[in-house]
């Protein structure tokens, strides 16, 4: 190619780059000149108060959870004591009857690992079915799951414990896991994910191809709905770690407990044995650690399941 062709070239792409970049400023403007400076500091505000809002409870874990007894009740709960145990406060948790706390976590991650994986599994491909075929009692389908979302957790324990009492499965692995196993929210939002993200042009020419349905699923759909399948099992997995009330219904035995339930065993005993505040307290702040890891090493995925799916490209 000659050198006037190449300046022609460069000066083009130059060209349709200025313009790009003009564009871009216009609609940043645009967006900009629609917002007052009033309505910046009042939705900043709002947040930052929603920020607090949930940032001061783990505030106060923190600093109660270095306390000694005597200084738990005896200083300001929103600081440090006469000196800092956090240390040992934390050692006492995991040394405390011969570790059980630890038993306890391991069973919190059985409960929502195993729970969290599976239910998005059944979830994206309930969601990918209603989004994507059609079929008699469809809307139906739907319609139920959206009734489910509706019903609180609470509203369902006690008849699935005479339903698992019945076959025998109480204070078994299996009666936390196997209702964890449903998440009528996360067939929700993967059946509008999915109407959204996939292309029914991607399908038919997976079908062209010759790959059979399930195989376009597993190796088109999936990879289009990983923002929604990170986003479901963020969600399940949270909830499945915070579920007090079904394990309290459905086990008897200690050491079946997840963390939540263990960390209530040990704050009822705080009227005869007072050192079980700090067992508590401190519990409460290991609780915290993993759902802030898998938050914060989630969270742009969580972003993108929350805002892609609701525009088609």
Same mark, same amino acid.
């Given at each position: ?155 369902? +324990?006690?008849?699935?414990?005479? !339903? *698992?009492?019945? /076959? =025998?499965?109480? $204070?078994? @692995?299996?009666?936390? %896991? ?49 923002? +929604?399948?990170?986003?479901?099992? !963020? *969600?399940?997995? /949270? =909830?499945?770690? $915070?579920? @007090?009330?079904?394990? %309290? ?65």
């Amino acid at each position: 190619m000659s050198a006037p062709e190449n300046t022609t070239t460069s000066t083009s792409i130059r060209g349709r780059g200025t313009r790009a970049a003009a564009q871009d400023d216009g609609r940043a403007g645009t967006r900009s000149a629609g917002r007052s400076p009033a309505t910046t500091i009042i939705v900043t505000a709002v947040l930052a108060i929603v920020a607090i809002y949930f940032l001061v409870p783990v505030y106060w874990v923190i600093v109660n959870a270095s306390k000694t007894t005597e200084d738990l009740f005896g200083t300001s709960g929103f600081w440090f004591g006469s000196s800092f145990h956090l240390f040992e406060n934390l050692g006492a948790v995991l040394t405390s009857r011969n570790g059980i706390f630890g038993r306890w976590a391991v069973n919190s991650l059985i409960y929502s690992g195993v729970g969290s994986v599976l239910a998005t599994y059944f979830a994206v491909a309930g969601g990918y079915a209603l989004a994507k075929y059609r079929f008699r009692g469809r809307n139906l389908v739907f319609a139920l799951v959206l009734g489910g979302v509706l019903v609180p957790g609470t509203a369902t +324990a006690l008849p699935l414990f005479f !339903l *698992f009492s019945s /076959v =025998g499965l109480t $204070n078994t @692995y299996w009666s936390v %896991l196997i209702p964890s196993l449903v998440s009528p929210f996360g067939l929700f939002l993967a059946r509008i994910y999915a109407g959204a993200a996939i292309p029914d042009e991607v399908l038919e020419a997976g079908r062209i191809d010759g790959a059979g349905e399930l195989r376009i699923f597993h190796a088109l759909a999936l990879r289009q709905l990983t923002p +929604a399948i990170v986003t479901i099992v !963020l *969600f399940q997995f /949270v =909830g499945i770690w $915070n579920n @007090y009330f079904l394990p %309290l219904v459905m086990l008897a035995d200690e050491k079946l407990y997840p963390i939540t339930l263990g960390l209530d065993n040990w704050r009822a005993q705080t009227d005869r044995l007072p050192e079980f505040y700090q067992l508590t307290v401190g519990g409460a702040l290991l609780s915290v650690i993993p759902l802030a890891i898998l938050i914060l090493v989630l969270q742009r995925f969580w972003r993108g399941g929350l805002t892609e799916g609701s525009v088609k490209g």
